[in-house]
Every structure is written in C-alpha cells, then in structure tokens.
C-alpha cells in the first residue's frame, strides 16, 4: 500500500498550492483521508480530514478559510488546496488514511486512527 504526496515547494508568502495525495492497493472510497503537518522541533499537527464520500471536511483553526481538503475517489486521490500561504505553514505535510465510515472529529485528529501514511512532501512559505 502507498500514499505518495506531490505539489510541495517553496512559495512566498500569500502564494497558492495544491498538494496531491495518491494511493495505490487500497480503494480510498472506504477511508477518511486527512492531512497532517510537521514543522521542525515540532510534534505532527492535524490540518484537515475529508470523509470518505467528500460531503464533509474539517479543519484545524489555523487553516480554516484559507484550506480545502478534497477527494476524487474515481482517481483515487486526495487533495489539499492552500490559498494565502503564511511562513508558519512551512511543514512536511503527510496525507493519512484512516479505514472509517464515521467522521468522528475527536478521533480523526489524532494521529491514532489512521492505517496509511504518506512519505511527506515539503512546502516551504519564505520571501
């Protein structure tokens, strides 16, 4: 099983990115996928989850209005839209999928539920 992130880069600050996360062996329709991030010294932060027939996402307070977690379960790939960039967004970014029909929030930002995780791809924000 493979969850492969692409679309990281460095931007500058108020810039866009769509990070793509594609999954191969598993059929995500059965899965809540979600995205994590980690910045340096820091412990890995839930950004956004989208359940698995993409009525619903959540967000983390930082990122709400400026995020859109979506999905194409047809491509079999989850997506993370990021509007206005700030520097504190700089972070590897993971996409996790957690095997779930529910959309239970208490669990799914936590790290625990998830059964896949991605490699990583790195977004750098800096002028």
């Known amino acids: 099983v493979q969850l492969v992130e692409s679309g990281g880069g460095l931007v500058q600050p108020g810039d866009s990115l769509t990070l793509s996360c594609a999954a191969s062996v598993i059929n995500i329709v059965v899965y809540a996928m979600s995205w994590f991030r980690q910045a340096p010294g820091r412990e890995r932060a839930f950004v956004a989850a989208v359940r698995w027939n993409g009525r619903d996402t959540y967000y983390a307070d930082s990122v709400k209005g400026r995020f859109t977690a979506s999905r194409d379960n047809t491509n079999n790939t989850a997506y993370l839209h990021m509007n206005t960039l700030e520097s504190e967004d700089t972070a590897v970014y993971y996409c996790?999928?957690?095997?779930?029909?529910?959309?239970?929030?208490?669990?799914?930002?936590?790290?625990?539920?998830?059964?896949?995780w991605g490699q990583g791809t790195q977004v750098t924000v800096s002028s």
């Open positions: 996790a999928a957690a095997r779930t029909w529910n959309f239970d929030i208490d669990f799914l930002t936590t790290t625990s539920p998830y059964d896949y």
